[in-house]
Nanobody
């Protein structure tokens, strides 16, 4: 049974940093594209970043490209999202997902999802 468990969310001041993690079980992170998405209240779920399964190539949304960084540790089957320079508009529930489509930005291309971790950014 596949499980994705996010952790590391919390409250941070604007301009601060936070790293969220996603521990996978039942699958190997190097065999899937692993993605991070986020969803704020009354907004659609949006792509944040992804790392490909084979060569570990990455993609980031334009809104976070210079501030966030996705990485993975295959030995731990864990994917990370390092977030720097956080802004109030980054506040959302952050979800980890696994799928077979190469670096897809579409939530529908991902088969497995975690429960999410809340990130709150204060002024």
């Amino acid at each position: 049974q596949v499980q994705l468990v996010e952790s590391g969310g919390g409250l941070v001041q604007a301009g601060g940093s936070l790293t969220v993690s996603c521990r996978a079980s039942g699958l190997l992170v190097e065999s899937y594209t692993m993605g991070w998405f986020r969803q704020a209240p009354e907004r659609e779920r949006e792509f944040v970043a992804a790392v490909s399964g084979d060569r570990g190539l990455t993609a980031h949304a334009d809104s976070v490209k210079d501030r966030f960084s996705i990485s993975r540790d295959s030995n731990r089957d864990t994917v990370y999202l390092q977030m720097n320079g956080l802004k109030p508009e980054d506040a959302a529930v952050y979800y980890c997902a696994a799928g077979r489509s190469f670096l897809s930005t579409m939530p529908t291309e991902y088969s497995y999802w975690g429960q999410g971790t809340q990130v709150t950014v204060s002024l």
